[in-house]
């Protein structure tokens, strides 16, 4: 008679997923106690990981201490062609040097979520470097034009009679490649890789595999709120970020993420999130202290409980009693009088003189605690000034004495 328990691995495995490609297969295979490989690709297009890559590398860490084992893609081929994904334009190409480069740094912060002492880590140029163009046309047949035109953003590319280079056709054969390479059992990817997981389970089944499990987790809505975690948006949290830096980004997200934020990159059980969330609609928990907690153990994943406590330390130091941050980075200007506008771009406060202006007229840039309001002003800098932007963005400006 089967009972319960015996859906407790897969029930604890598919938690919190959202696409599940067989489910009732993949349940009956965790529920065998079989080991799996679990692939999971990624494109070093970028040396930084963010907040939301982690989602998925939560997971593929479950997967490890129940036993199954990671497969690990770095997509040294597929990086130097750029995911098309939810992409209007095509990618600049990166060089070979670039995506090793990357690939050092995204490694060294991806093994801060996952095991690295229990991963089976492949290169596509493992099997892509000496891939001749007979293997090229063969892979080539396993789909057609118009299936790969069903992806959205081709769609819509052809819509707005937007270019799409052929290479970019070839992105998800060569991802759906690698599962034949490493013989993945299951892939796990964000929502917006649907299709090319699932072009995976395609591509096995012509180079006759069984086609690999899909599952798929949510992805991470950024700072604002509103768009997915994207540091092309500015709305992300760095891993490699210092801890008072992730604490007082994640607390300045509105509160409406907050419960999202600790379901997704944290280990609060599911019934703690019922009570919190009831407790919200009730009023009895108050929103910016659940916002705190929920930094602080973001925080504490990544720097551990004295970061953790520290940052949330200091953050109240400099917020809620309106005192300066310990450690203020400090900039060297010419001692002669500078625009506004200039003295934020230099101090890299603000990214152009457009931007700079904007922060002005908000009100958001204060010298000396006095607020600066005019654009175009020329400023006669005192050695030792205090240059704030926003609440969080503090310089302390050192004067170059004449040559």
Avoid at 176 to 182: K, L, N, P, Q, T
Avoid at 190 to 213: C, K, S
Avoid at 335 to 344: K, N, Q, S, W
Wanted: charge should be negative.
């Amino acid at each position: 008679m089967r009972t319960e328990v015996q859906l407790t691995p897969a029930a604890g495995l598919l938690r919190g997923v959202v696409d599940c490609v067989d489910r009732e297969r993949l349940e009956r295979r965790l529920n065998s106690g079989a080991e799996l490989r679990i692939k999971f690709g990624v494109d070093p297009s970028a040396p930084d990981i963010h907040l939301g890559h982690t989602v998925p590398m939560r997971l593929l860490r479950r997967w490890q201490e129940c036993g199954h084992l990671p497969i690990l893609i770095i997509g040294d081929y597929t990086a130097r062609i750029g995911d098309p994904t939810g992409r209007s334009v095509t990618r600049p190409q990166l060089t070979v040097a670039e995506v090793e480069e990357n690939t050092k740094t995204y490694l060294r912060q991806l093994y801060s979520v996952v095991d690295e002492g229990r991963v089976e880590l492949h290169y596509q140029s493992e099997w892509y470097g000496d891939f001749g163009l007979d293997k090229v046309l063969e892979l080539a047949r396993t789909t057609t034009v118009a299936q790969l035109l069903q992806r959205a953003d081709f769609d819509q590319r052809m819509s707005n009679q937007q270019a799409i280079g052929v290479h970019e056709l070839f992105y998800p054969l060569l991802q759906g490649y690698d599962s034949v390479a490493i013989r993945a059992d299951v892939e796990l990817g964000g929502t917006d890789q649907l299709f090319n997981l699932l072009r995976g389970r395609e591509v096995q089944q012509e180079y006759g595999l069984a086609p690999q499990d899909i599952i798929t987790v949510p992805l991470l809505v950024g700072l604002d709120g509103e768009r997915k975690m994207s540091k092309s948006f500015g709305n992300a949290v760095a891993v490699a970020e210092s801890a008072d830096q992730q604490y007082g980004q994640l607390m300045s997200a509105p509160d409406s993420v907050t419960l999202r934020y600790l379901e997704l990159l944290t280990d609060t059980d599911p019934q703690e999130l019922a009570q919190l969330r009831a407790g919200l609609e009730a009023g009895t928990v108050h929103p910016r202290n659940l916002k705190a907690e929920m930094a602080a153990r973001v925080v504490q994943l990544f720097h551990g409980e004295e970061g953790a406590a520290a940052a949330a330390a200091e953050f109240a130091r400099v917020f809620r009693d309106k005192q300066l941050p310990a450690n203020i980075p400090e900039v060297v200007l010419l001692a002669e009088p500078i625009e506004a506008r200039d003295l934020l771009v230099q101090t890299k406060m603000a990214t152009s003189r457009s931007e700079a202006g904007r922060l002005i007229f908000q009100g958001a840039v204060r010298i000396d605690e006095m607020r600066l309001e005019s654009r175009e002003a020329h400023l006669e800098l005192r050695d030792g000034s205090i240059l704030r932007v926003g609440p969080r963005r503090v310089v302390r400006l050192r004067i170059a004495p004449p040559p």
